[in-house]
């Protein structure tokens, strides 16, 4: 997959033992807007999560996707757009750098929905599907938070509406 950008916060060291993770991310898009998942705050996440041992990128992509938004994914219609690759020192563990591969992709889902299956952590934010434009997104996120994931998710949202046609 294309790197689409590297995110380098250079608060580790090279000498540090490395975590590393992978992430897939769904950008759905229904007219002009796109499914994000909004928390109580008004901030946008865009749905997906960690690739869990033994899944392939597409079958991480499909869960996530449902257990975070109630909407199911139609297998044959992923594409990759790119990667983003995230450096930090690891907030969970101390004295450890933390190695991040988002990787995003565009997907069309089924017209109905079903139950989210959300973590503690997304339902004590109010995580919910919300139907956006990508602009509305973007504005909201930078002015609510400079979380890193954010950040993250906000520079991706402003890479693809320059960017991505498909």
Wanted: hydrophobic share 35%.
């Amino acid at each position: 997959m294309k790197k689409i950008m590297t995110i380098d916060h250079k608060n580790y060291s090279e000498d540090m033992p490395v975590f590393e993770r992978f992430g897939v991310r769904a950008m759905i898009r229904r007219n002009v807007q796109y499914a994000m998942q909004k928390n109580n705050l008004g901030i946008y996440k865009i749905p997906g999560g960690g690739i869990d041992p033994g899944e392939t990128c597409a079958q991480a992509l499909c869960r996530e996707v449902l257990e975070e938004t109630g909407l199911i994914v139609k297998k044959g219609t992923i594409k990759e757009i790119g990667e983003i690759l995230e450096l930090k020192q690891d907030i969970f563990q101390s004295g450890q750098k933390y190695i991040c591969h988002s990787l995003y992709y565009s997907c069309d889902v089924e017209e109905f929905t079903t139950s989210t299956h959300l973590t503690e952590s997304e339902q004590a934010q109010g995580f919910e599907l919300q139907w956006v434009t990508l602009e509305e997104a973007i504005d909201s996120n930078k002015r609510l938070s400079q979380d890193d994931w954010i950040v993250r998710d906000t520079r991706f949202l402003e890479w693809f509406l320059q960017n991505y046609h498909d």
